[in-house]
């Protein structure tokens, strides 16, 4: 017997085959082979810097173009701005993203760089009230497109997936006698971007001087090196 939860489900994807999980062997086959594209570009290109692991975008090859001027980003900027006035959580978004700045995360783009090809990533404060480190973070929109071009995430392979790999993962975990989880504490904000393609990870933001104009930056530098400090706990699995 077959039951199909339709539960914020749309109607006609379950006449799509890739939900029952039927795929063609071609298809199959294709998505198997740019994975493992992907996973060798990830090994031939990544490598440590400042003692960071510094990566390169996976890039697909022939990948339609993306957009490269800040008026989107500017937009999206002017209309998220609002919101975090009213709810006075300006000043601590504010205040983590000149924290980055000075942690080396991002940096300034000069004036005479501004006008080469980049990509601009529209973002938006999210608050999580139960997080015992930033209960505000930036978050990123990287489907974001306009019309005639691709979206960063359309232009990128996001390689193998390696969500199966967590059954093993909690198995191995459950056969000691005492369970050890650690936590890098932002652990994707200590990766660094190759630099040729750090002006595709571009961001908009206010004048620490004057609200109304804008600073470029560009994203994930780590010039100086910071600690990465993990957050350990114990446990005993029964």
Known sequence: MVILCLQNFEIPKIWELEELGIVDPTERNTTKLLEDETLAHFQETVKKTYKRYEVALPWLAGHPPVYD?????????????????????FEAND???????????????????????????????????????????????A??????????????????????????????????????????????????IRPADRDFLRLLWWNIKHRSKLEFFRLFLWGDFQPISLECQYSSPP
């Open 69 to 89: 001027m800040y008026d989107v980003g500017e937009s999206r900027l002017l209309s998220v701005t609002g919101r975090p006035l009213k709810e006075n959580i």
């Open 143 to 192: 489907s974001f497109k306009r019309s005639g071009y691709a979206s960063l995430n359309e232009c990128l392979s996001v390689g193998p997936s390696l969500s199966e790999q967590i059954p093993p993962l909690l198995l191995r975990f459950r056969t000691g006698a005492i369970g050890v989880i650690a936590d890098i504490k932002q652990a994707f904000l200590q990766l660094s």
């Open 95 to 141: 205040d983590l993203l000149r924290q980055w700045r000075r942690d080396g995360i991002i940096k300034t783009i000069p004036e005479d760089e501004i006008s080469k090809p980049g990509h601009y990533l529209p973002h938006r404060p999210v608050i999580k009230s139960s997080s015992t480190t930033n209960k505000i973070r930036p978050v990123f929109d």
